[in-house]
C-alpha cells in the first residue's frame, strides 16, 4: 500500500490523472449506492409480499429447505466432476439439474394440491427425485460419515416439503389425510397402559371395581336361575362376596350415592340384557319421524260433554244460570282467558269454547264470542289448517262476518 508521501507526489506529479481517478472513485460510490437502495428496495418488497403474510413456521421450512438442498446440489457438483468427468461451462450448466427438477416437481405438487386438493404424481415424484440425488451424491462420498450427511440433507428436505405439504392440505380440506389404526397411543390403551379418556386413576380403578361386582352377581343368578350344583353357587357366592369387600374397601361404596347409583345401573343392564332381543327403536328415516302429533285435549265433565258436541261449536247452548258482573270483573275474566288462550296456542292446541269456559269460570256465549275474535289470529289460523290438513279434523265454529267500515258483526241468536 502507497504511503502518504508517495500519494502526494503522484499527485503533484500528475493531476489530470488524479482527477480522472477522482471522479471514477465517486462514480464508483454513487453506483453502489444505487446499487444498495435497489438492493434494499427490492428486498423489502420482497419480503412484504412473499415473507411477511407466511406464517413463521412456512418460512424456516423454506430457508431449512433451501440449505438442504444446496448441501445436494454440492455433492453432485462433485459427482458431475469426479465421476462424469464434466468440467468448465458444461459442468456448472448440467450439475444441478434433478435439484431442479425436484423444485419444479415440488411446484406442480403444490398447484395440485390447490387445484384438485393432492398433489397427485408430482409429489411422488419429488421424493423418487430427492432419493435419486441422495444416492448419487453420496457415492462420492470419502468416508461413511460424509456419505451418510449427503445421503439425509436431500430427504431432511424432502420431509420439510411434505409437512408443509401436510399443513396446506389440512388448511384446504379442513381433514387430515389418514387416520393410522395403528398408533403408540392405541397400543398403550390395548396393552392397558393407557387410558383413552382424561378420567384420573382413582375414577378407573372404581369403575372397574364397580363392573366387577355386577358380573359376580350377574354370574351368581344366572347359576342360580339355571339349577347350578352347590358347589358352583358356592364359588360364584365367594367371588361376589369377596368383590363386594373389595368395592366397599376401595371406592367408598357404603357411603357414596353416585357409585351406589352406578352400581345399580350396572347390575339393571346386565340383568336386562335379554330384553333388547324385543326392543324397537325407531328408525330415524322413517316417513312418520318428521311428524308431530297435536297434543291431545284436556278430557271434558260429563256435564258439559252433554252439551256440546266436540266436532261442533254451532249448536245452541242455552245458560240456565246467565253471568252478572261488572266492567272491571268481566275485564278481569278477559284477560285470563286471553293468557290461556296464549299459553295454549303456544302449546299447539287451538282451545274450545267450553275449554275456556271451564278453565276460567265464563259463560259459553262470552267464551264463544272471545274465541271467534282469537281464532282468526294468524297462529291460530294456521293451527286450524293444519289440523284440517293433517288429520281431516274440521273447525265448525263460525267466523264472524266483516262489515265494509270494519265492524264484527256478531252471530244473532
Not at 395403528?182 to 383413552?196: D, F, N, Q, S, Y
Not at 324385543?278 to 260433554?305: K, Q, S
Request: glycine share 6%.
Amino acid at each position: 500500500m502507497p504511503t502518504f508521501d508517495e500519494i502526494a507526489a503522484f499527485v503533484t506529479e500528475k493531476p489530470f490523472a488524479t482527477a480522472v481517478i477522482a471522479l471514477l472513485g465517486l462514480a464508483s460510490l454513487v453506483l453502489a449506492f444505487l446499487l444498495l437502495r435497489i438492493t434494499w428496495r427490492a428486498g423489502a418488497f420482497l419480503f412484504t409480499r412473499y415473507v411477511a403474510p407466511r406464517p413463521i413456521e412456512d418460512v424456516l421450512t423454506i430457508v431449512a429447505a433451501s440449505i438442504a438442498t444446496g448441501v445436494s446440489a454440492q455433492g453432485m457438483w462433485r459427482f458431475s466432476g469426479d465421476v462424469l468427468g464434466l468440467d468448465g461451462p458444461l459442468r456448472l450448466l448440467l450439475f444441478a439439474f434433478i435439484e431442479v427438477a425436484i423444485i419444479t416437481s415440488a411446484v406442480r405438487a403444490r398447484r395440485n394440491m390447490r387445484e384438485n386438493f393432492s398433489a397427485g404424481i408430482d409429489g411422488i415424484a419429488v421424493w423418487a427425485l430427492t432419493c435419486l440425488t441422495a444416492v448419487l451424491s453420496s457415492m462420492d462420498a470419502r468416508s461413511l460419515p460424509e456419505a451418510l450427511f449427503r445421503l439425509a440433507a436431500p430427504l431432511v428436505a424432502a420431509w420439510l416439503w411434505e409437512r408443509g405439504m401436510a399443513i396446506e392440505r389440512h388448511r384446504i380440506r379442513g381433514t387430515g389425510r389418514i387416520n393410522w389404526r395403528l398408533t403408540p397411543e392405541r397400543l398403550m390403551v390395548r396393552m392397558g397402559l393407557a387410558e383413552v379418556s382424561d378420567r384420573t386413576a382413582s375414577e378407573v380403578d372404581a369403575h372397574r371395581r364397580l363392573t366387577r361386582v355386577a358380573l359376580a352377581a350377574k354370574k351368581a343368578k344366572a347359576l342360580r336361575e339355571g339349577g347350578a350344583p352347590e358347589r358352583k353357587m358356592r364359588a360364584a357366592l365367594a367371588r361376589l362376596d369377596k368383590a363386594m369387600d373389595q368395592a366397599v374397601e376401595h371406592t367408598g361404596l357404603a357411603v357414596d350415592p353416585g357409585r351406589q347409583e352406578a352400581l345399580l345401573a350396572q347390575i339393571a343392564a346386565l340383568y336386562n340384557t335379554s330384553a333388547l332381543i324385543d326392543a324397537d327403536p325407531r328408525v330415524p328415516w322413517e316417513p312418520t319421524a318428521d311428524h308431530h302429533p297435536v297434543p291431545a285435549r284436556p278430557a271434558l265433565p260429563p256435564a258439559l260433554a252433554e252439551l256440546v258436541d266436540d266436532e261442533d261449536e254451532d249448536v245452541e247452548v242455552l245458560d240456565r244460570a246467565p253471568q252478572v258482573v261488572d266492567t272491571a270483573q268481566r275485564a278481569a275474566l278477559m284477560r285470563a282467558a286471553r293468557d290461556y288462550w296464549d299459553r295454549q296456542i303456544a302449546k299447539g292446541i287451538v282451545p274450545r269454547t267450553v275449554d275456556i269456559a271451564q278453565e276460567i269460570g265464563l259463560s259459553l256465549s262470552t267464551a264463544r264470542e272471545y274465541r271467534a275474535l282469537w281464532k282468526l289470529e294468524p297462529a291460530a289460523h294456521a293451527l286450524i289448517e293444519a289440523l284440517y290438513h293433517q288429520h281431516g279434523i274440521v273447525d265448525t265454529g263460525a267466523f264472524p262476518a266483516i262489515a265494509d267500515d270494519g265492524r264484527v258483526l256478531t252471530k244473532s241468536r
